[in-house]
């Protein structure tokens, strides 16, 4: 019985502590709706009015990856609620729309 618990009280660490890296990793650098869209430049601001209202500029380019979105920044809508994934700086890697 002791044996069983050393091993499976670490593995079951192991697993929550790779889970818990993993979606902290993989989640989005940003997540909000959808202000304003100027050339490749997509404004984005909070989600409801109750949070803060910091308006966050994301720069997508011709390697910007898009999900759900038709026609990359010219298919998104003001409105649209999105999840931005950075890979420097401003310049959007990948734009998911809700």
Not at 35 to 40: E, F, K, R, W
Not at 50 to 59: A, H, L, P
Request: some cysteine; hydrophobic content about 45%.
């Amino acid at each position: 019985m002791k044996l069983k618990k050393r091993i499976v009280i670490p593995a079951v660490a192991v697993v929550v502590l790779v889970c818990a890296a993993f979606f902290i990793f993989t989640r989005a650098d940003y997540h909000g709706k959808v202000v304003d869209i100027s050339g490749s430049k997509v404004y984005l601001g909070p989600l409801t009015q109750d949070e803060g209202y910091q308006i966050i500029e994301v720069t997508a380019d011709k390697d910007t990856e898009f999900k759900g979105g038709d026609q990359g920044v010219f298919g998104l809508k003001k409105g649209q609620e999105v999840h931005v994934w950075l890979k420097n700086g401003e310049l959007a890697s990948k734009i998911s729309v809700e």
